[in-house]
Each structure stands twice: as structure tokens, then as C-alpha cells.
């Protein structure tokens, strides 16, 4: 079935510790994205994607980094995790930039 | 700040009732709406949208309508299903770096459909 895998699907983890999510679709979207969900805020916009090979800020960007090599993968790193990074993380994607972007399934990640 | 809002955390509604689920924002200029649906452990799926030009779309059981001089766009479900039972996010697509667009979502109601 057609659609994005993120891996892991959750992770408890110590802080200072470096973790790469990964984020993975088959439908050849040029656009991809990273959000974070928390309690009370909704989905916020971490990084974002436009095409393989460009990447942008999105509204809450600091202590992550992407990379987008190629079409159908978009991982992304926390370098050195706070708790404040604890969160449901979802990747996205969408044909365009104007297209309804579709989501992986998350994946939940605890910084201890 | 919230741009997009969504004032009631839950809603209850019998099976075969009408679920009306709402929602406000706060930039005149936003022209692009989306709801999505969420169970829990998965991902938002997208469920309908709708451009300024119309104020009204349609698909299937579900209907969006969008009054822009109120800035407050609501989802119609009927009839209201139990596999209904789940948290709608709406959010509004904004053009952002370039040549994409990112999503403003409010922070969610969450449905129940009684049986």
C-alpha cells in the first residue's frame, strides 16, 4: 500500500543523546515535512522539504537538522535531545506545495 | 497565538444525528481549508477541503462550509457513524518558503458517536 513509513514507531530516550528519525514514502511527493504534535498546541511545522536537495525552517526548527538526498526519504535528526523534545512526531508529504499533505503514523519519542 | 481555532475540545453525538464540528481564524487572508481526521496511533488523514472561491463542498456523508466574512468554517457529518468516533483537526494551507505551502492546525475536536 502506498504511503509514508516513519521508523521507529516509539523511543525512550536519554537526553544529550543524538536519534535520527526516519521517514520514508513510495509516492513520489516532491514535497515533504516534519511536525511535532503536543497537548493543547496542535500540529506544529519543524522542517520542511520542497523538492529532493532543498530544505527550509519551519516554525519551531531549533535542535533539529533534515537532509533530503533524494525523493523518497526525508529523516530527521535531534543532534543532542532536551526533554522539551519529548513529543508525537509525524512526517508528511504532499505533491505540491499546495496539495493535501498526507502523513505517516508517527512516531513517539520520550526524553528522559 | 492561535490562528486557527477549534473552541470545543469534544462532542457527543447518537449514531445517525448530525455531528457539526467548528472552527475559527484569525487571518482574513488565509484561502485554503482542511479538515483531518485522526485515531489514535495513526497519523491525520485527510479528509476534505475547501477554497475561498466556494462556500460550500461536498463528499459523500461529510460537508465543509466556509463563511469568510465570519472567518469560521464548519464540517457537517450526516449520518453520523461510531467509525466516526475521532479527533478532527482543521487547518488552513498557507503559502511558506518558496514553493510550499505549510498547514496551521487548531488543536483538535475530538468526536464521539454514541451507538
Known amino acids: 500500500i502506498a504511503g509514508i513509513t516513519q521508523a521507529p514507531t516509539s523511543q525512550i530516550l536519554a537526553a544529550g543523546r543524538r536519534m535520527t528519525l526516519r521517514c520514508t514514502q513510495d509516492?513520489?511527493?516532491?514535497?515533504m515535512y516534519w511536525y511535532r504534535q503536543d497537548l493543547g498546541l496542535g500540529l506544529r511545522l519543524i522542517h520542511y522539504?520542497?523538492?529532493?536537495?532543498?530544505?527550509g525552517k519551519g516554525e519551531v526548527p531549533d535542535g533539529y537538522s533534515v537532509s533530503r538526498a533524494n525523493t523518497d526519504d526525508f529523516p530527521l535528526t535531534l543532534a543532542s535531545a532536551v526533554p522539551s523534545q519529548t513529543s508525537v512526531y509525524f512526517c508528511?508529504?504532499?505533491?505540491?506545495?499546495?496539495?493535501?499533505?498526507?502523513f505517516g503514523d508517527g512516531t513517539r519519542l520520550s526524553i528522559l | 497565538d492561535q490562528q486557527v481555532k477549534q473552541n470545543s475540545p469534544s462532542l457527543s453525538v447518537q449514531e445517525g444525528r448530525i455531528s457539526i464540528l467548528n472552527c475559527d481564524y484569525t487571518?482574513?487572508?488565509?484561502?485554503?481549508f482542511l479538515w483531518y481526521k485522526k485515531y489514535p496511533a495513526e497519523g491525520p488523514t485527510f479528509l476534505i477541503s475547501?477554497?475561498?472561491?466556494?462556500d460550500k463542498n461536498e463528499d459523500g456523508r461529510f460537508t465543509v462550509f466556509l463563511n469568510k466574512s465570519a472567518k469560521h468554517l464548519s464540517l457537517h457529518i450526516v449520518p453520523s457513524q461510531p467509525g466516526d468516533s475521532a479527533v478532527y483537526f482543521c487547518?488552513?494551507?498557507?503559502?511558506?518558503?518558496?514553493?510550499?505551502?505549510?498547514?496551521?492546525f487548531g488543536t483538535g475536536t475530538l468526536l464521539a458517536v454514541q451507538p
Open positions: 508528511a508529504s504532499s505533491a505540491w506545495g499546495n496539495q493535501p499533505q498526507h
Open positions: 509516492m513520489r511527493h516532491n514535497a
Open positions: 522539504s520542497n523538492t529532493a536537495g532543498t530544505t
Open positions: 487571518n482574513s487572508m488565509f484561502d485554503y
Open positions: 475547501i477554497s475561498s472561491i466556494k
Open positions: 487547518a488552513a494551507s498557507v503559502p511558506y518558503g518558496g514553493a510550499t505551502n505549510k498547514l496551521i
